[in-house]
């Protein structure tokens, strides 16, 4: 058996790993919202945050749109993954699933702005029947569209998982005691994957409260979230401190959001 010591030995790279790229960044950007331009310690870059309209405006689009791709996105995946566990070659299937994610978001980014423009795919498409062409690119609904197809696998994964987990005996018995399917899907199914859904909710709501690269290429100047704001000012505006101080409400905000996803509920008894 691996000794004490030896387990500590093997934990210091983790460790160290944590402190510099995990602890010491976001000490950093703490840092900075808590200076101004000359590294004197303030509180006005917080108070500006939550007094200008503007802000909180990015606030509610950043958990409006977070919320709107995750729903459409547990919508689509949970039935998906329920009759994936039904199929034959899961593994296949699964394969099909993941693909997508080994291609850089910035390609598929790409790739959907040669399909969503007013010379792309659809329009031309459209235009065999004289409906085009079409303003699609630069939309809420092209925003939506793309940022749900490409975090649609990380919800997928998680509750095909916790589906695959349940015990098939446990289906059986509530339909002998006369359970029907919406019944034994809400008293039951549900009850039984829904740690697979919180996973998917937070692999999905989180990352989608700070989408900035899709906002950009796919939403254009219409969709402006706290992700484009923390852009805006690190990359343009150069003014770091406003931009860490978005940053920190936006980690908050994360935490928050993960603490609400992971409380465990009281467990009930089940009756049909």
Do not use: C
């Not at 995990?22 to 870059?45: A, E, G, M, R």
């Not at 689009?61 to 995946?77: D, E, Q």
């Not at 299937?93 to 291609?103: D, K, Q, R, S, V």
């Not at 969709?223 to 931009?243: K, P, Q, R, S």
């Amino acid at each position: 058996m691996i000794n004490k010591k030896t387990r500590t030995f093997f934990m210091i790279p983790y460790l160290l790993w944590i402190f510099l790229f995990v602890i010491l960044p976001i000490l950093l950007i703490l840092w900075y919202s808590l200076t101004d331009s000359s590294h004197h310690f303030t509180l006005d870059n917080f108070a500006l945050f939550f007094r200008n309209g503007t802000f909180l405006r990015m606030m509610l689009n950043s958990f409006w749109y977070a919320f709107v791709i995750t729903l459409i996105t547990l919508l689509i995946s949970y039935p998906a993954a329920y009759f994936l566990t039904k199929t034959k070659n899961q593994q296949f299937w699964l394969l099909l699933i993941i693909l997508p994610t080994w291609i850089n978001l910035l390609l598929k980014a790409y790739a959907f702005i040669g399909i969503l423009g007013s010379s792309g795919l659809i329009n031309k498409f459209l235009h065999l029947f004289g409906l085009g062409p079409v303003n699609i690119l630069f939309t809420d609904f092209a925003f939506i569209f793309v940022a749900t197809y490409i975090e649609i696998p990380f919800m997928i994964l998680p509750i095909y998982n916790a589906i695959r987990e349940v015990n098939p005996a446990i289906i059986q018995a509530s339909e002998d005691l006369g359970a029907n399917k919406w019944q034994t899907f809400k008293y039951v199914l549900w009850p039984l994957s829904r740690p697979g859904v919180e996973s998917g909710v937070q692999a999905i709501f989180i990352p989608s409260l700070s989408l900035f690269m899709l906002t950009r290429l796919i939403g254009g100047n219409r969709v402006i979230t706290l992700g484009t704001a923390i852009e805006e000012y690190f990359m343009t505006t150069m003014n770091w401190n406003m931009g860490a101080t978005i940053g920190v409400v936006l980690i908050v905000l994360m935490v928050i959001v993960m603490l609400i996803t992971g409380k465990k509920p009281n467990r009930k008894k089940v009756q049909l």
